[in-house]
């Protein structure tokens, strides 16, 4: 059995989806269900007796350990986080609370349980803390590609606070030998995904007709990775990965935010046209850039394929279409998650973005 946290999330979901239809190896889901913990991610897994969830937070150590006791995981799966970074402009507490706080009651719980199993049980646990390539900060256009041995420069609250945690995971394999293991991935996409995030967010107000906001010049760069791919390599570093190594799991898929867009425009445009026979591409709009936006990510993922032998299965062609697909096929999903908090989180995000008196045109 492994444990899992934030499997309720986009990237948590997909995992513990995938690991299910891979393995039957049970799942112990822990979700603190805020507002991207959905479990109708996870409902096809409602009878399915290999998943048990458990409704707590990371940062309830005495909830955690008493998990970890009674379930006895060969392997704790850290996704849960808040991860968007123009969330953590408006509110870092609750970015540091999570990310850093949460982080370290998980480790305390992981390493009491640890320090009490015999030794081949010990010899085989391992603690894998999900990260991200934003810990690194920002590169130039000629800068080569983010490696593990980048030195960390983190430019935003959510990334400074994963920043800190991933420096306390490493901490504590490297002072109490807790065998833990780090990824730090490039931008997801594909099904599941909180349409606070570009992709999902450009294809859900290109349906309403709604405008598709633009920061800045659209130039931003990033290494684009299927979700899908990201399962398999953690399911690879679980298995094959050093304990208290990092290993960077990027797609190898560089694009401009506006390149992004266009495409999304164009697959709408041949799969589902809007009524009127215009090219969702008249409904973009540049709006005021997001306070220090760093300007390009990359990753350099010749680490995980030369030692562990994983590279990505999907092309960005091939895995954005598979996710246009899925939005267009799972519009009750999307209608249920666009409700609540989550329309006064837009209207509070986008309410001072303005498009810029220069920048009225569309693209």
């Known amino acids: ?8 999330g986009f990237i948590g979901s997909n995992f513990v989806l995938d690991w299910l239809a891979q393995s039957d190896e049970p799942v112990v889901n822990v979700d603190k269900l805020t507002y991207a913990g959905n479990l109708n991610n ?81 010899e085989n646990f391992r603690f894998l803390h999900v990260s991200t390539d934003e810990v690194y900060g920002t590169l130039g256009p000629d800068d080569v590609p983010f490696s593990e041995t980048t030195a960390y420069a983190p430019n935003s609250p959510y990334s400074a606070s994963k920043a800190a945690s ?74 094959a990965g050093k304990p208290g190594e990092t290993y960077n799991i990027g797609g190898w898929n560089e694009k401009a935010n506006l390149d992004v867009v266009h495409t999304l425009c164009d697959m709408l445009d041949a799969l589902q046209p809007n009524a009127v026979g215009s090219s969702y591409r008249e409904q973009i709009t540049y709006v005021t850039d997001r306070p220090g936006h760093d300007r390009r990510y990359a990753i350099d993922a010749r680490k995980i394929e030369r030692e562990l032998g994983w590279k990505p299965a999907e092309t960005f062609d091939s895995g954005i279409r598979k996710t246009v697909r899925w939005y267009l096929d799972n519009q009750a999903w999307v209608r249920d998650v666009q409700s609540g908090e989550y329309m006064k989180w837009l209207e509070k995000n986008y309410k001072q973005r303005k498009p810029p008196s220069d920048a009225q045109e569309t693209a």
Not at 1 to 8: D, K, R
């Open 42 to 122: 996870l409902v096809s897994l409602r009878d399915d007796t290999r998943h048990i969830f458990v409704h707590a937070d990371i940062c309830d150590s005495d909830k955690m350990l008493e998990l970890l006791n009674t379930y006895k995981p060969t392997a704790i799966v850290h996704f849960a986080a808040e991860s968007h970074v123009d969330r953590s402009i408006h509110g870092p507490a609750e970015f540091v609370r999570t990310n850093i706080n949460g982080t370290f009651s998980l480790l305390e719980a992981a390493r009491t349980y640890w320090s009490q199993l015999a030794s081949a049980d010990k």
């Open 1 to 8: 059995m492994i444990l899992v946290t934030g499997g309720a």
């Open 166 to 239: 991933d420096h306390l995971v490493r901490s504590y394999h490297h002072t109490y030998g807790l065998p833990t293991l780090t990824t730090n991935c490039s931008n997801n996409y594909g099904p599941y995904h909180f349409p606070e995030k570009l992709i999902p967010l450009i294809i859900a107000n290109a349906l309403a007709g709604k405008p598709l906001p633009i920061y800045g010049d659209g130039q931003q760069i990033r290494d684009w990775l299927y979700v899908g791919d990201h399962c398999t390599a953690i399911r690879r570093v679980l298995k």
